[in-house]
């Protein structure tokens, strides 16, 4: 099985959570406040009292079958908006 | 005189809270206020200012001065961002001049407080309405932000998210943000609880008015923080954009205050008007910019508002504003 | 009659901020207050409603009604799980049955406030030992619950980690989960301090006692936004449940508008205790539930006590019942 | 050596961690505050306040010999309750 | 009269509080306060005790035994750390010891805070410029803490990266860290303000004055949760540790009476200066010399100064040491 | 390419992240509020009012070519102060 570490700005997590399921993905999980440094600059969360929010990290473990629609979904939105999406292999414990 | 305001205006709570804050950016402090409690102290005092705006509202009702006062501030914040834009065009591409420009015509409710309470602590009276203005300024300027992308930038690449640009979402943004629904819903439950039910009414107010003044100056100690982590990213902004940060200010609180003027609003609804022209966004709009202009960069029109802006009207633009509408309001005499 | 009171409870803050946070979920808008602040509510609620009445506790002592109405309290706590689950067996499984019926046998702190609150804008007096009626309210539903689960499941799975149903993991779970602790300890430190620190009592007040109705509403605004997010759950759950939501509150109201009646509770005391009966959990039972009845899938006993029993209670079933105690109750003539 | 992931509800934390001491792992983390999806439904952070809590992510680096005790131990929790664990490749920097 | 005053510290709210949160931990509710929600109200604590200290010390002066006192209890953050090193080098390697030393050294805020509400509750008054002796005790200790390390310490290995104890970093580091700094800063505002503004004094009096003893209450409740969750580490600790953190600060109250003898303070600060020399860090110095001597063991510093010090202090030391001082002060006669 | 974990005490988060810098890694990710359990001991969120925080997990992705430098910077941080560094094996979605 493959695992999934995708992450991108909490602002297009909505986004990225509806390309997931409509890959058909069995689950995923999702840490946010995350904060980085990535190639559009660094993230903090001082501005979190606005609601502009950090990044989010999402995990998915699935198929490799799936790997092509999630691919198809996600991958325009980390080219337009920034975010980095990366698969490795896992296997079931 | 303008000294003896600035000074009087430097030495409250709220501004020393502020500098503190800056202070402890500067000298290297580990001083933070760990996220989610920054939310809480902004989520309070949306609350708590619409809350006892709408309390007020409904005494003063809408008539006399106070329609032709919002009607004029909505006017000022789909103008502000027009002619912003065209001065930002000078340096700026079209996507970060719109949003640059969306920021200086909507307006800081922060800085709008602090204004309150300067009125307060000189005893100069003004009304309640000033906050549905207040309220009524939020929203425009952030479509006018967008309509400037849509006509003046470059055909666009396709958002991968049809979401972006759809006109639905954009007003959605524009009006239903968390900050603006807040700041709305709490005016007219003030309204509607004054007069309905004016004994529940009374027992809000030492959590919306008591606790005010308190909760302002923690939460400016935030803000002198995060205004002070902005001052590196101005450097690489470059001088226009600071140049911008202070003048763009200026001028739209003379143009404010002249309306004033002409509307013949009191010494206190006027500052309120000029300080509301002359202040940027760095809640509403930041977060509508990022979700609707992801193209611009925030690093600019957050720190301009934050980092600059902000800083000067709190510090010295607050009382400079004073002097400017006691000059030009005849009721100042 | 009961359409003014209706109104009258409507239009106060805690409900009007409730609706907001409704709206917000309705409309769309991205208003949240972000964990864990309403925790920090939650547990300033618990604290300040315990604290406030033990102080009155101490002033009226243990005579007169104050026994025989919290026996009357806790028996109902047992009595109704049994037949709501005899109820609720008609659609449901052991499992979820049971811990419906433990969550409408338990109460509602947030509901027992508002009431509360609207008991004093109606200037109707009520005594602080009901509050010690809440306290001992909270735990025996649970262990209600997990009983009917012991006698009337099926044959369990054997659970992985013994503790699940331990007897001691399940008192516990009923008698000291951090809800029922603080409630029960704030209130015991409320009889210790005003027996023996009548002074240091008094400084408690601005925060306890001023700052409780703003801190309400506050949490109102949250739970607004967190039951109507429960609506979609509902839909799923069924018209069986959501009728269940509604009747069964109603069904309780009655018969302990009777008791009050026989205990010849004052009108105040007597809406306290239909609110009580009428109220179901969504802090302690739920918690307590899911650790011990995982096999219960938790949207359901969640999503009809917050989603619809508690919407229904504090929007038009406080007045109700109001209007029920005043007909019922010699006293309110 | 072998780095295992544990997404499970806040709930189970305590026995997946008496699990996890009781394997011999060389230790463990923990970041709470996971929400998700999986066979289960939906989990958010909106129940926070009254206790319920959210999810939590475990990470454990150890030699694959743990693997089977660790497994003994995690997989009827996690059977019984939900939640997933995988395994992959890690190596010391 | 000893058993008197105990009681009478006991039975206030804040203690209670104490206790209940070692009651949860110890009979195993799962009641917490989840982070970040304790810092707020320490960052708070330090705010409203900076502030209205400064208030006060603008109306007190410099003049009479301000001077003295300050810098009597200078003195005594520099020489505590040095005789406890001493007592410490008996069991504990330099590390440890030179770490423990500078911890009680130091001083605790809330332990003051509690002494102010103890006096308060007593109607014995104090002054405000003890305040800022305790501002100016928190940093000293650090030094000297790092000093003993330097000083006697084996030979370091070479620490990874510089900054480690660079002596930039460790001024840093103790004078700048985020305590201290919110404590002196808020203090001088309240001088500044109190000076130049007291209008807006008197707005901040809701937030800072009448809602501290509540949360004050309410932050002790977590300090009780986090006081006991230390006890398994204090077992581990051993007697020495154990016995230390009673004897050391029962030694420092009797140097600290005489020393307030000989200055002839009222009782009031009297008992402050008292509590100031018997009350060990463990909010500034832990996170201090965790940063700058990582060699030393936290659990050992942090369980003897959360763990013992400082309920023995609240409990009984407060009391204990106000008998003392009334022994020993002329003005109590 | 390859992914990095650290995990590591906030303390010397700071530190970590000019190593990462300096080590040319293209961007980094980092939650805190990390607990857990290592050789130095356990690490909770409690004394987290005091400034002294709990740990922090950080993900490097990057090409195989870094790592040494990102070793040499970072070994000596975690062999001092205690945290853990794994690397394993993950590819562009
Ligand atoms: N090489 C990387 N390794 C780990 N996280 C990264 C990396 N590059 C970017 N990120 C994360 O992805 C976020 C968005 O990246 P970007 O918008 O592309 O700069 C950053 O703020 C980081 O949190
Ligand atoms: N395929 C998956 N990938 C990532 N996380 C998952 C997956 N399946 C389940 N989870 C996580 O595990 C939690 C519990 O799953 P469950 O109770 O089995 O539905 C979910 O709420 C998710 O956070
Ligand atoms: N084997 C491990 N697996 C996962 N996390 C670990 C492991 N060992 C240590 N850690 C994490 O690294 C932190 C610091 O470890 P240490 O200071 O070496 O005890 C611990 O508190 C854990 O969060
Ligand atoms: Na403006
Ligand atoms: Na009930
Ligand atoms: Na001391």
């Known amino acids: 099985m493959k695992r999934v570490d995708l992450i991108l700005s909490e602002r297009e997590l909505d986004s990225v959570i509806k390309a997931i399921d409509a890959a058909g993905a069995p689950g995923y999980s999702v840490m946010k406040h995350v904060t980085g440094k990535g190639p559009h600059g660094s993230v903090s969360e001082a501005m979190d009292f606005s609601g502009l929010g950090a990044n989010a990290h999402v995990i998915i473990f699935c198929e ?12 325009p939105l980390l080219d337009y908006y920034g975010g980095v999406a990366y698969v490795s292999e896992a296997e079931p414990l | 005189m303008e000294t003896s305001l600035v000074l009087q205006n430097l030495l409250t709570p709220p501004v020393l809270f502020f500098f503190l804050g800056v202070i402890a950016v500067v000298v290297g402090s580990d001083l933070e206020i760990p996220a989610p409690l920054p939310k809480l102290f902004s989520l309070y005092l949306l609350l708590a200012i619409g809350f006892k705006g709408g309390l007020e ?5 809408l008539g006399g001065q106070v329609l032709p006062t919002i009607a004029a501030a909505v006017a000022m914040s789909l103008a502000v961002p027009l002619y912003s834009f065209l001065a930002l065009k000078l340096k700026f591409d079209s996507f970060n001049a719109a949003a640059i420009a969306a920021t200086y015509g909507s307006i800081s409710a922060v800085t709008f407080i602090t204004a309150q309470s300067f009125l307060e602590t000189q005893k100069i009276t003004y009304d309640g309405f000033m906050v549905a203005a207040l309220a009524l300024m939020e929203s425009p300027a952030i479509i006018v932000g967008l ?5 003046a930038a470059p055909q666009q690449q396709q958002r991968p998210d049809a979401k972006g640009m759809r006109w639905g979402s954009v007003l959605n943004e524009a009006f239903l943000n968390s900050s603006v629904f807040l700041l709305v819903g709490s005016l007219v439950i003030g309204v509607l609880v004054s007069a309905y039910s004016p004994a529940s009414a009374e027992k809000m107010l030492p959590f919306t008015d008591k606790l005010f003044y308190g909760a302002l100056s923690f939460f400016l100690l935030d803000m002198g923080i995060v205004a002070a982590q902005r001052l590196n990213d101005l450097r690489r902004a470059g001088t226009f954009l600071i140049a911008f940060s202070v003048l763009m200010p200026l001028f739209n609180a003379v143009v404010g205050a002249l309306i004033a003027r002409g509307l013949q609003l009191s010494p206190g609804n006027g500052l309120l008007f000029v300080v509301l022209c002359a202040s940027a966004s760095y809640i509403a709009v930041p ?6 202009v992801p193209e611009a960069n925030p690093s600019l029109y957050i720190s301009s508002a934050l980092g600059v802006t902000f800083p000067f009207n709190i510090i010295v633009g607050i009382p400079l504003y004073m002097a400017l509408v006691n000059k030009l309001l005849p009721a100042a005499g």
Do not use: Y
């Not at chain 1, 490799?64 to 991958?75: D, N, P, T, V």
């Open chain 2, 287 to 292: 977060a509508a910019m990022r979700m609707t």
């Open chain 2, 147 to 151: 309509l400037l992308v849509k006509l």
């Open chain 2, 57 to 61: 509202l409904a005494h003063s009702g």
């Open chain 1, 64 to 75: 490799a079958s799936i790997l092509a629609k999630l691919r198809e979904g996600i991958q």
